[in-house]
């Protein structure tokens, strides 16, 4: 059950954070930063930055036990 509080919060922070470098047009260098064009939406996503952020706040809920 951590884990997946951990993805939720790990998506939520790298939404936040690629849409802000995104829209600037940066690609955030080692973060990655892609668009993808969904239906008529543009989402910005980076992988390195979830997978960094799941296993931050996975770190997190486990020292909270």
Known sequence: ???LK???FG???TGCIA???GTQG???GQLAIHAVDV???RV???WPMFLAGT???WGLLLLQR
């Open 44 to 46: 910005y996503w980076s």
């Open 6 to 8: 951990a993805m939720a």
């Open 26 to 28: 940066s690609a955030g």
């Open 19 to 21: 849409v802000v470098i």
């Open 11 to 13: 998506a939520l922070v």
């Open 39 to 41: 239906a008529d939406y």
């Open 1 to 3: 059950m951590d884990m």
């Open 55 to 57: 296993g931050l706040f």
